[in-house]
């Protein structure tokens, strides 16, 4: 742009910084940055949070907050999305207590706390145990008027099925159900694997019937989590007739080592079930299973 003659706009700034941070070259985003500072550009919080949220999706969370308490002390107070931005990437690092450390501070600035902000605490308190703060969180939204999304019911629902206690993860569903926050694709998975791991599966089979009419389905791995557990929880059939529609979409992949694992399982359950055995032979006959198993030797090999 300097050599053309022309001022750089602010926004180009922004997409060159998001470029350089997405493709990894977080030095040359910062070189950048302090590059307009020196030719008398001060580059917009827009511009800065765009590149703290590069370093964040690229795993680089001290980048990324060393430039935030850079801008924090000399430019801007970071806004609201500023904030999230780190919150988010301390919650894919797993750095929990990092995450809740930032949203003290925002608060102590003065700042509210969003409805991105509090989905993001709430996922956050589900995955490291605290339940209680999250269930708290959801009621908070509810008060300040910031209706709670998918998002949030989904996280809760997750966390109250891994903290084993599936009944109030049914009642907060049908909450969400009569306050008009219509579940996706996402949340009916969550709520599927979550009722499955406690040992509610015709429950479970329920709601995937449910989410089918909807033209939802689970993704293979939860599928075949799930085909496992129908068979070993005495829904064999159902479990067998899942399994047949999955190898009849030539939907595995053979070389993936857990999704043969899991197909391989199933297979050697149902061969046992005299209710099933036949129609693994057909399979076996059709060509279908020697396809999807990829069984392999000790060394990896098939």
Sequence with gaps: MRANGHTPWIKNCTEMVQQLCFSGR???????????LKMGFLPDIVTYSAAMNGMCKTGEMDDALGLFRDISSKYYLPDVVAHNILINGFRK????DEAQEIMEEMLNKGLFPSVVTYNLMADIWCKSGRIEKAIACLNKMSDEEKPPTV???????????SAGRPDEAIVLWCEMRKKGCVPNEIAYTAFVNGLCKCGRVETALNYYEEMMTKGFDLDIFSLLHFVNFLISYGNASKGCELLKEVLKNDAIDSNNLKMAALVNKAVEDLSKDGRTSSDIKILVDNGLLSRAQGIHNEDGSK
């Excluded at 690092?93 to 929990?96: E, P, Q, V, Y």
């Excluded at 949030?152 to 109250?160: E, H, K, M, Q, R």
Aim: aromatic share 12%.
């Design 26 to 36: 977080i030095t040359e985003a910062l070189q950048f940055l302090n590059e307009m």
């Design 93 to 96: 690092s797993g750095k929990f």
């Design 151 to 161: 998002v949030t019911y989904t996280s809760l629902i997750d966390g109250l099925c």
